[in-house]
């Protein structure tokens, strides 16, 4: 989904899935950015109270967790570093069906101008 929006080659996204993959992140930080929270919930499993829940496919769950990597991939791609999430994080994702992709907005206003 966020491929979607931000297009896939979007380098900073995609450093940031690489570095998801490869679990590279900074923890030592209060503020994290979206990399880092995404990556330590799944590690440790503290916000949602059991790494396992990260890495099920049940919707009740994967609804929550995909709402959760979107809110902070969002907050990395605008270099916002924090301590936790906000409010409506759990509703990112039902969000982003309805966003209109970068490369569409760009498109839109190139045909404007």
Same mark, same amino acid.
């Given at each position: ?8 080659? !979007?380098?900073?996204? @995609?450093?940031?899935? #690489? !570095?998801?993959?490869? #679990? @590279?992140? $900074? ?5 994290? *950015?979206? &990399? ?7 590690? %440790? ?5 059991? &790494?396992?829940?990260?890495? *099920? =496919?049940?919707? #009740?769950?994967? $609804? @929550? =967790? ?12 605008? *270099? #916002? %570093?924090?301590?936790?999430?906000? $409010?409506?994080? !759990? =509703? &990112?994702?039902?969000?982003?069906? *309805?966003? &209109?992709? =970068?490369?569409?907005?760009?498109? $839109? ?5």
């Amino acid at each position: 989904m966020s491929l979607k929006h931000y297009g896939p080659n !979007d380098q900073k996204l @995609r450093a940031a899935w #690489e !570095d998801i993959i490869e #679990e @590279r992140g $900074n923890f030592k930080d209060l503020n994290k *950015d979206g &990399v880092s929270h995404i990556i330590y919930e799944w590690m %440790k499993g503290k916000f949602f109270k059991d &790494v396992s829940i990260c890495k *099920d =496919t049940k919707w #009740e769950n994967m $609804n @929550r =967790t995909v709402s959760y990597i979107l809110y902070w991939i969002d907050k990395y791609m605008d *270099d #916002e %570093k924090l301590q936790k999430v906000g $409010n409506g994080w !759990d =509703t &990112v994702a039902v969000e982003y069906k *309805d966003r &209109v992709s =970068t490369q569409a907005m760009l498109n $839109n206003v190139l045909s404007i101008a």
